[in-house]
């Protein structure tokens, strides 16, 4: 792996074990825990937008299409082939409706941005402010049953944080890692801890205090060097390169943990 990539895959490490810690809720049954979570989806969709730019930057469209698409498609269907045997729900309209379990309506409005990835690519940060009013606006509009971010068109807000990550990505140039910058993320946290702001983070899809604390974990990690070599990040690489396998099967535990 990259060393300059290490950092991309443990923070889908950290949030894949956010979403775990999340569903899992009924095991603890302590929502202070829960709240700390909050940034597990933002985060990835932030993340989605930053590979989706890195794609765009190597391959023309129809490559990233055949890229990115193919490699949601295929496991996901093989994911709801599995989970509707085994929670006993019907094959097709599960799949289209992206229902097999709660979770997958992840997947519905994470196709629908990567959809529209390559028409975003073309927008530079002057966009920022427009792509936010629309974001927000399409959390007004319900476009289908599914529950949080894949109720709205591209997610809602999340539109304006997957567009966000690719801004980032197109400018990575500007935010070369410094130690400061965690430093002050950390001193953002700490504030969201003393001013109990935690409980104010829970929206999905996420308002702008969700997308502060989300960003404010990005750079916390972001710009911290991590070492590939140490244990504990090669761990949370591994389960980030695993991530999207990882959310599709978790539901399993379910029959489990209701």
């Known amino acids: 792996m990259k060393p300059r990539y290490v950092w991309l895959d443990f923070l889908k490490g950290l949030a ?8 899992l809720y009924n095991l603890y049954k302590n929502p202070l825990v829960q709240y700390h979570t909050s940034y597990s989806v933002a985060i ?27 490699s949601i498609i295929i496991p996901y269907t093989i994911a709801t082939i599995v989970l509707c ?36 690519n073309k927008l530079n940060y002057l966009f920022l402010p427009l792509i936010y009013l629309l974001a927000f606006s399409l959390n007004r509009f319900h476009f289908t049953n ?42 953002i946290l700490i504030c969201f801890e003393y001013f109990k702001l935690m409980p104010a983070t829970w929206h999905n899809p996420s308002y702008p205090l969700t997308m502060t604390y ?3 974990i990005f750079f916390l990690f972001y710009n911290l060097n991590l070492n590939a070599q140490n244990p504990l990040i090669r761990f949370f690489s591994f389960l980030g390169r695993y991530s999207l396998y990882i959310f599709l099967y978790h539901p399993l535990i379910f029959l489990v943990y209701p």
């Open 16 to 23: 894949i074990v956010a979403v775990l810690v999340d569903h």
């Open 214 to 216: 989300t960003l404010t």
């Open 44 to 70: 990835f969709i932030f993340l989605a937008g930053i590979t989706s730019a890195m794609t765009l930057s190597r391959h023309n469209t129809f490559q990233f299409y055949k890229k990115r698409l193919v």
């Open 146 to 187: 599914l529950w949080g971010g894949g109720e709205f068109l591209f997610g809602g807000s999340f539109l304006f944080l997957f567009f966000l990550g690719m801004i980032f990505y197109k400018n990575i140039h500007l935010f070369k890692p410094k130690i400061i910058y965690s430093i002050l993320s950390l001193i």
């Open 85 to 120: 045997l085994l929670f006993k729900k019907p094959f097709f309209l599960s799949l289209i409706n992206f229902n097999a379990a709660g979770p997958l309506y992840f997947i519905a409005f994470f196709m629908q941005l990567i959809l529209i990835a390559p028409i975003l």
